[in-house]
């Protein structure tokens, strides 16, 4: 599995677009790039999945360079109940049998 | 609500005790997947069965086992537990038994040893 890195933490004000960057350098032909959202004490929960390009849906956009050496997850407009633990994953399917990193903790300020 | 339940939300035991964790998946669900989440470790893939049957075996003791039912419910099943093991562990379950469709999570139970 592709090793991936992610900002540890990361504050935001509500109603600004955040972009949370994940490098995975090693990342191979077939491996999807996936981010979850994680609240305190809940279950993780996908949020998008893409494989090159741009992918867009109801909650995010994610941005893929031709290199799929990074990938960049946007949060438009966030607000405080954005406020969650999101998690890059790199590998084929959806990661359910994956490692989640520690994840970055975006902490959204009124 | 993901639709996956997990019971009980919280279980207290003592240090040596053997627990039993239970997941209902989503109706429709064939795989079901169990994760432990600690502090100093992360989400941890713990197995995975489809249909009844092991598919996938990640980071898992061999104190701990788990099982899928005809009815597909599973149950993890945690033995001679230990003050490490308390954690919150987490089932998931999804369609297919590949991984190229979405995994739900449960809210997860809640373990402490103590």
């Known amino acids: 599995l592709a090793k991936t890195t992610q900002p540890i933490s990361m504050d935001s004000y509500e109603g600004q677009e ?3 960057t994940c490098s995975h350098n090693n990342i191979a032909t077939n491996d999807y ?7 305190p004490s809940q279950g993780p929960r996908f949020i998008i999945q893409g494989y090159k390009t741009k992918v867009t849906n109801e909650v995010a956009s994610l941005f893929i360079p031709a290199d799929r050496k990074s990938s ?7 607000s405080l109940s954005d406020t969650a633990v999101y998690y890059c994953l790199v590998g084929e399917g959806y990661g359910q049998n994956f490692v989640f990193g ?9 | 609500d993901s639709g996956v339940t997990q019971t009980p939300k919280h279980l207290i035991t003592a240090t040596g005790q053997r627990v039993t964790l239970r997941c209902s998946p989503r109706s429709g669900d ?12 992360g989400l941890q893939f713990l197995i995975q069965y489809y249909n009844g049957e092991e598919r996938a075996k990640g980071n898992i003791l061999e104190r701990f086992s788990a099982q899928q039912f005809p009815d597909l419910h599973s149950e993890l099943n945690l033995s001679s537990l230990e003050l490490g093991d308390s954690a919150l562990y987490f089932c998931a379950s999804s369609v297919g038994g590949n991984r190229d469709t979405e995994a739900f999570f449960g809210q997860g139970t809640r373990l402490t040893v103590v």
């Open chain 1, 18 to 20: 955040v972009n949370i």
């Open chain 1, 33 to 39: 790039i996936t981010w979850y959202q994680q609240f």
């Open chain 1, 72 to 78: 960049t997850l946007s949060l438009p407009r966030v």
């Open chain 1, 102 to 110: 520690p994840g970055t903790r975006l902490s959204v300020l009124p």
């Open chain 2, 30 to 41: 064939l795989s079901v997947y169990w994760y432990q989440q600690s502090l100093d470790q």
